[in-house]
Nanobody, 124 residues
Framework: QVQLVESGGGLVQAGGSLRLSCAASGGTFSGYGMGWFRQAPGKEREFVAAISWSNDGTEYTDSVKGRFTISRDISANTVYLQMNNLKPEDTAVYFC?????????????????WGQGTQVTVSS
């Protein structure tokens, strides 16, 4: 059974950094597109970043461009989200997602598998 497990969330002051990890198991993910989404209290889940199966394509929502970087270690079945210069508005539960399409991009409906999420809280 496919499982995605996020880690690395926590409490950080504005301007600080966190690195989220998502470990995938239960399958071969070398051909999968991966993505990060987030959901703040009282808001809908939104796209944050995505990476293609071949590592040659990345996409970010405008609000995180220049601050967040998505990457993956194919051999380790792990995807990362490096978050720098964090802002209070980045506070949310962050979810990892995987799609066998190879390039899920920003559409949540493209993703088949989801993790349980990790909380990121940025204090001002």
């Amino acid at each position: 059974q496919v499982q995605l497990v996020e880690s690395g969330g926590g409490l950080v002051q504005a301007g600080g950094s966190l690195r989220l990890s998502c470990a995938a198991s239960g399958g071969t993910f070398s051909g999968y597109g991966m993505g990060w989404f987030r959901q703040a209290p009282g808001k809908e889940r939104e796209f944050v970043a995505a990476i293609s199966w071949s590592n040659d394509g990345t996409e970010y929502t405008d609000s995180v461009k220049g601050r967040f970087t998505i990457s993956r270690d194919i051999s380790a079945n792990t995807v990362y989200l490096q978050m720098n210069n964090l802002k209070p508005e980045d506070t949310a539960v962050y979810f990892c997602a995987a799609t066998p399409l190879g390039w899920g991009r920003r559409r949540a409906n493209n993703y088949t598998y989801w993790g349980q999420g990790t909380q990121v809280t940025v204090s001002s």
